[in-house]
């Protein structure tokens, strides 16, 4: 009888510690995001010079 109780009580207990390390961890991620925050920068292509682009045969017309 106490061994039921106690695995119950230990299964919560356990239930409880995983719920709040996967809170802490997406608090550590969200300051993360925060201090670099690239969410709305947009990345731009490097563009090719116009020699390589006369030279490059995909290019040409």
Do not use: C, H
Not at 12 to 21: N, R
Not at 32 to 49: G, M
């Amino acid at each position: 009888m106490f061994k039921g109780v106690f695995l119950t009580i230990k299964r919560i207990g356990y239930l409880f510690l995983v719920a709040w390390m996967l809170g802490i961890s997406n608090v550590i991620l969200e300051e993360t995001r925060l201090v670099n925050d690239t969410r709305l920068s947009i990345e731009q292509d490097e563009v090719a010079t116009d020699t390589d682009l006369n030279d490059n045969e995909v290019f040409k017309l």
